[in-house]
């Protein structure tokens, strides 16, 4: 699928025109209701203020949480439009629902330059149904729809696909980025290309690793998932995390590897710890020496150093999960030492969103990739080649 030839809202006039935009809203609360994290609606305003600046009628939509298809104030956006109004420096019209009469009232009353917001697209069983009904009452608001929201873009619902059945269709500036930037990673990478996969399972991960093997020169596999190909090794792993079922499968991948070309790199070494706690007693062993009752909780040392090494000399790195139990102090070493590498190395860097965005955030080294992806389910379903309906529905360049 070649996400690369899409419209965007540069394609389009958009002046007067009432712009409907789904955006990821989809923000952190604490207990007295204030957002903790403006990222999402940061990624979002380069979008909205081109529209704004175009004199766009601008008509936003979003979820947030999972209010399961009932009217909850707990998920009420109400925060997000006051987040907005500062941001832009002008009050955001909150609706009080998402269909409804105050959605309606206001997005007719719109001059140009004026923005909406309307209420949790979720509060609406509908939406996640991909209801056609509902879809066309959410498209008649608008004369236009912009895609944003990378995050759910690999959900087919009624804002983030539906819509664009009624409505002409393209993508916002968030959007463009990331299918611009991990599409040429993928389709054209500059050499070598190497991919870091953790995080828990192997079974989470297939499709991606299929994928990536007939792309990439080097594989790092670390974190929990890297249990099963020791396992596959031979080697004892302890109580570590490992799918027994998946042994085989993971014999079969380091086998493809070596079939392609591709250097496939596991742990050589392991921090391992007695119980599955922070506290928990812990030391460095081998791969092939991991004693019974104890379980491997992040990459050694030599590990951390052999990593590095294959990473320092790229052209291109997509990361996607972390190489130990990363928000445990104890176990953090191995991602710093991994994040380090990838700062380090000049390479074009795309870190694939969700646990590997976060800790890349928390060790500070953000502003030294070139891409965060916004997105985790989604980052990873583009990685592994399969079709975003939240983009795939949007309308072709001529």
């Known amino acids: 699928m070649n996400y690369l030839n899409k419209k965007t809202v540069e394609d389009i006039d958009v002046t007067g025109k009432r712009v409907l935009v789904r955006c990821d809203f989809n923000v952190p609360f604490d207990d007295q209701g204030n957002i903790t994290d403006t990222k999402r609606i940061d990624g979002a305003m380069k979008t909205i203020r081109y529209l704004v600046d175009h004199k766009a009628k601008v008509i936003l939509c979003s979820h947030l949480g999972r209010p399961k298809g009932e009217f909850n104030p707990k998920y009420s956006l109400k925060p997000v439009a006051k987040c907005l109004s500062e941001k832009l420096g002008f009050p955001v019209k909150m609706a009080s629902d998402v269909i409804g009469e105050s959605a309606r009232s206001i997005a007719a009353s719109l001059k140009g330059g004026e923005v909406e917001l309307l209420e949790n697209v979720r509060f609406h069983k509908e939406e996640e149904k991909n209801d056609p009904a509902f879809a066309k009452e959410l498209a008649s608001l608008a004369d236009i729809y912009v895609n944003d929201a990378f ?15 009624y409505l002409p269709a393209v993508c916002g500036f968030l959007i463009q980025k990331e299918i611009t930037i991990m599409g040429k990673a993928l389709s054209d990478p500059k050499r070598p290309f190497v991919a870091i996969l953790g995080g828990a399972k192997v079974s989470d991960k297939i499709s991606v690793i299929t994928n990536l093997l007939t ?3 080097t594989l790092i596999i670390g974190g929990g998932m890297a249990y099963t190909f020791l396992r596959a090794k031979g080697y004892s792993v302890g109580t570590s995390l490992c799918e027994e079922d998946k042994v085989d499968l993971a014999k ?12 496939l790199l596991l742990p050589v070494d392991n921090k391992i710890g007695h119980e599955f706690k922070p506290d928990t007693e812990a030391k460095v062993v081998d791969s092939d020496q991991i004693p019974d009752g104890w379980m ?4 050694g040392p ?16 997509v990361w996607n999960g972390p ?15 991994v994040a380090q590498a990838v700062a380090d190395s000049g390479a074009i ?20 990739m070139t891409h965060i992806s916004t997105g985790g389910g989604a980052s990873l379903e583009f990685l592994e080649g399969k079709i975003l309906p939240g983009i795939a529905c949007l309308n072709d360049k001529d």
């Open 151 to 165: 995050g759910t873009a690999h959900r087919a619902h009624a804002s983030t696909a539906g819509v664009a059945d």
């Open 215 to 217: 792309k990439v020169n």
């Open 252 to 263: 079969e991948i380091m086998a493809s590897a070596e079939k392609k070309g591709v250097k």
């Open 296 to 299: 491997g909780l992040d990459i």
């Open 302 to 317: 030599k590990t951390q150093k052999l990593f590095a090494s294959a990473i320092s000399g790229a052209g291109t790195v």
């Open 323 to 337: 190489m130990g139990l990363s928000e445990w102090e104890n176990f953090e070493s191995g991602t710093v030492a």
């Open 349 to 368: 860097s795309i870190i694939g969103g969700g646990d590997s965005a976060a800790a890349v955030e928390k060790f500070g080294f953000a502003d030294k």
